[in-house]
């Protein structure tokens, strides 16, 4: 298994640029585990913004930044971008956002399983970019096969996936080791266990 923490905390230029798919029923702690682990591990870096599309009670205290603002800041430090309109965010994280950590929390509510091509496009240039990803969401089931095929590593929690439909994820090199990681983590019996597993993406 992948200490997915210390993978991030690590300059660039010792590692490649990570797309992390990370997926977890509600409840599980993913928000939690981003907030309290993995920020702070990326913060030793580079700077890491947000984009909190349904306005999470727990990013609240972060301070917020405005599209128009983005091509003045200094990739240090944590933002929030808050912006009902994904396609402009994902604009203008593409024209003016460089070396930093971009979280997507509760990305179902905006990429659609026919990924818009604006999002796509800031996943597929994110090691141009320098963008290091994290995506979360519900299920397996829910992540567009795009950012699935994207992937670097997934951070699996409890999800409600059906077993049936995540060996037929063909969208996965290593479908049978995402399986067996998602089945150990099913059967655990802390409801916040999770693993994370490269995808070789
Ligand atoms: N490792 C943990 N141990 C104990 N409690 C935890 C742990 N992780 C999270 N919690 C608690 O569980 C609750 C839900 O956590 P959190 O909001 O991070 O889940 P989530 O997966 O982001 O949920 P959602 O999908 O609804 O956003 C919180 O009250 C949090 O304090
Ligand atoms: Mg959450």
């Given at each position: 298994m992948f200490d997915i923490d210390?993978?991030?905390?690590?300059n660039d230029n010792k590692r490649q640029i990570t797309l992390t798919t990370i997926v977890g029923r509600q409840g599980v702690g993913k928000t939690?585990?981003?907030?309290s682990e993995l920020v702070r591990n990326m913060l030793?870096?580079?700077g890491v913004l947000i984009y909190d599309y349904s306005s999470e009670a727990k990013y609240q205290t972060i301070p917020?930044?405005?599209l128009k603002d983005l091509k003045r800041w200094n990739s240090k430090g944590i933002y929030?971008?808050?912006d009902p309109d994904p396609l402009k965010v994902f604009k203008a994280i593409r024209a003016d956002v460089r070396n930093c950590f971009l979280i997507c929390e509760d990305a179902k509510s905006y990429m659609n399983p026919n990924l818009q091509?604006?999002?796509?496009e800031v996943l597929g240039i994110r090691r141009q970019l320098g963008i290091d990803i994290v995506c979360n969401f519900w299920a397996l089931e829910n992540v567009p096969p795009v950012v699935l095929t994207y992937s670097n590593f997934i951070t699996i929690f409890k999800t409600r996936d059906k077993l049936e439909k995540i060996e037929k994820l063909d969208k996965i090199p290593n479908t049978e080791d995402v399986v067996k990681v998602w089945q150990a983590v099913q059967k655990h019996s802390?409801?916040?266990y999770k693993l994370t597993i490269s995808t070789n993406g």
């Open positions: 210390k993978i991030l905390s690590q939690t585990y981003i907030l030793l870096t580079k917020l930044i405005l929030r971008i808050y091509s604006e999002i796509a802390n409801q916040y």
